[in-house]
């Protein structure tokens, strides 16, 4: 069992950044591929962003390409997301999740966290 905490959300300007972390209670993190998504109200969840249990591989949705980064620190059982020009448009509660397989725009995932709220305002 993998249980998921994420944190770093808030409430930015268009234009600004964020950091999303999401931590992991248990070693066997760095087995797991970790993806982050998102669900603005009324939408179905998406897919944002995935990287592998290595870090080697990372797979981004066009609405993320250069302007989010995926990465992983092992050591500290923890994923980020770094988002940078945030827009209006990526307001959303965003999620992490870990599957022991890589999986590129799905929402399949085994393991979920509770979320966390990013408002853009513009």
């Known amino acids: 069992q993998v249980q998921l905490v994420e944190s770093g959300g808030g409430s930015v300007q268009a234009g600004g950044s964020l950091r999303l972390s999401c931590a992991a209670s248990?070693?066997?993190?760095?087995?797991?591929?970790m993806g982050w998504f998102r669900q603005a109200p009324g939408k179905e969840r998406e897919f944002v962003a995935v990287?592998?249990?290595?870090?080697?591989?990372?797979y981004y949705a066009d609405s993320a390409k250069g302007r989010f980064t995926i990465s992983r620190d092992n050591a500290k059982n923890t994923a980020y997301l770094q988002m940078n020009s945030l827009k209006p448009e990526d307001t959303a509660v965003y999620y992490c999740a870990a599957d022991l397989d890589l999986k590129v725009a799905t929402t399949y995932y085994a393991y979920w966290g509770q979320g966390t709220q990013v408002t853009v305002s513009s």
């Open positions: 990287i592998s249990w290595s870090g080697d591989s990372a």
């Open positions: 248990t070693d066997i993190f760095r087995s797991y591929a």
